[in-house]
């Protein structure tokens, strides 16, 4: 045969070490990785490595645990005295020399004349702005008033106590047909209008202890608690006949006062009566039962304080007989 001139054999060899160069570095590498000597792990004992609470602090030591991590470059540092972006709107942007900045001006609705002023209430703030208003009750305890605030129409519950309030108008309540507890305990009332109260519908609470009172107003006949303890009411303070038309009267608290008497006729559904402390001398024989009804029995009427009075209760014994207990008093 022919022989292949010394030019083509050195072509082949050229191919040949271009092919082997042409395979991946990387197959290159994993082939030459030697094997893993498996004999250096003969030695460990893995049979008893289980973690457990008792074992967790002699498996790992994290004594040294801050040292190893450094947060310090972390935290983002913030430049003290910094000021805030300037405002885009140019209203509100400062000139130099301004400490302030200007209140952007409102501009009236197109079309519209200059807003009419809001009314401002009696004194010079919504009852809300200086009361407590949550839902349908306001609390104004300890507000510093002199006067009933102008009310939300919708107010059930009213609580303005430990005020300075002297006087009680009757246009202090106009309009709140759903008004159904009013406590002006320990204010300085000395005076309330007739009418303050007597065109409440839904009154059945009116609280004024610890007041200057003289003389109680007309009230509602949808009343079932009145306490006007500790004022200065008198035996002409409460008008004939008044709370017997109260038929709805259950809590009747006038302790701490100067009535010289019982005011009678008192309401059947009655079941409190708190004289105590008064000036009460004489009982009249009709003051809690009829006379004229022997078989009568009022069991509603459970509780009569007539304690801290002049009158002594055994001269009386017709004044209740027809009583479930005996009043609690001098006999």
Same mark, same amino acid.
């Given at each position: ?7 083509? !054999? ?10 082997? !160069? ?18 250096? *792990? ?26 190893? *991590? ?76 002199? /006067? ?11 609580? %303005? ?29 000395? !005076?309330?209008?007739?009418? %303050?109260?007597? +065109? ?47 038929? /709805?009267?259950? $809590? ?8 010289? $008497? ?25 003051? $809690? ?6 078989? /009568? ?8 304080? +007539? ?12 004044? =209740? =007989? ?10």
């Amino acid at each position: 045969g022919r022989r292949m001139c010394p030019l083509g !054999w050195l072509g082949l060899a050229s191919l040949c070490l271009g092919t082997l !160069w042409a395979v991946p570095a990387k197959g290159r590498r994993k082939a030459e990785k030697p094997k893993a000597d498996l004999t250096l *792990y003969e030695n460990l004992d893995l049979d008893n490595y289980d973690l457990t609470l008792d074992n967790y602090g002699e498996i790992l030591d994290l004594s040294n645990y801050e040292e190893l *991590y450094d947060y310090g470059d972390l935290v983002p540092k913030i430049e003290v005295g910094t000021l805030a972006p300037r405002s885009k709107d140019p209203e509100t942007l400062l000139e130099p020399g301004e400490t302030t900045a200007r209140t952007p001006k409102l501009q009236p609705p197109s079309g519209a004349g200059p807003t009419p002023a809001a009314p401002i209430p009696r004194q010079g703030l919504p009852s809300c702005l200086l009361c407590l208003c949550l839902s349908t009750s306001v609390y104004c305890d300890d507000a510093g008033l002199e /006067q009933i605030p102008e009310l939300p129409l919708d107010t059930v519950y009213l609580y %303005a106590r430990f005020n300075r309030i002297r006087a009680i108008r009757a246009s202090d309540f106009r309009g709140l047909e759903k008004l159904k507890r009013i406590d002006l305990s320990s204010n300085s009332i000395s !005076w309330a209008d007739v009418d %303050a109260f007597r +065109l409440l519908p839904s009154l059945q609470e009116l609280l004024l202890p610890e007041n200057r009172l003289t003389a109680l107003p007309e009230l509602p006949r949808s009343l079932v608690r009145l306490d006007a303890s500790g004022n200065r009411l008198g035996s002409a303070g409460l008008s004939s006949g008044a709370l017997g038309n109260l038929k /709805q009267l259950q $809590f009747l608290h006038l302790s701490d006062n100067q009535l010289d $008497f019982i005011p009678v006729p008192l309401p059947e559904s009655l079941r409190s009566l708190h004289l105590q402390n008064n000036r009460i001398q004489a009982m009249h024989e009709d003051a $809690f039962c009829d006379s004229r009804e022997q078989g /009568q029995i009022r069991r509603a009427l459970e509780d009569i304080r +007539l304690d801290g009075n002049p009158i002594n209760l055994s001269l009386f014994p017709s004044a =209740f =007989f027809c009583l479930p207990r005996l009043p609690t008093g001098r006999f």
